[in-house]
């Protein structure tokens, strides 16, 4: 079992920056590919980006350049920094560990799940 916990959410200005922080705690190796997601209301829970280990990564197109995810294995730790935040960025973020197979860009592809962290963007 591993458990996950969002940090950092809040409320921010449209081209502000905020930083958000995923804890993970549990069984924690190996290292399981660790993504985030995010869901506004009304909307599908939407990929936003994912470390499969080390600096690999990969990002949605609606974030690439804006957004960059970081692991810290010394502390099993994800943060997912962002710049240039517009409205459309709003939503609960969460972060996920992808345990098995299956698309990466599904959230029925991964096992663990944080319990989210809000990010508003005001206009």
């Known amino acids: 079992q591993v458990q996950l916990v969002e940090s950092g959410g809040g409320l921010v200005q449209t081209g502000g920056s905020l930083r958000l922080s995923c804890a993970a705690s549990?069984?924690?190796?190996?290292?399981?590919?660790i993504a985030w997601f995010r869901q506004a209301p009304g909307k599908e829970r939407e990929f936003v980006g994912i470390?499969?280990?080390?600096?690999?990564?990969t990002y949605a197109d609606s974030v690439k350049g804006r957004f960059t995810i970081s692991r810290y294995s010394a502390n099993d730790t994800v943060s997912l920094q962002m710049n240039s935040l517009k409205p459309e960025d709003t939503a609960v973020y969460y972060c996920?560990?992808?345990?098995?197979?299956?698309?990466?860009?599904?959230?029925?592809?991964?096992?663990?799940w944080g319990q989210g962290t809000q990010v508003t963007v005001s206009s």
């Open positions: 470390n499969w280990s080390g600096d690999h990564t």
């Open positions: 549990g069984r924690t190796r190996p290292e399981y590919p």
């Open positions: 996920a560990a992808k345990s098995a197979g299956g698309n990466y860009l599904r959230p029925g592809a991964y096992t663990y």
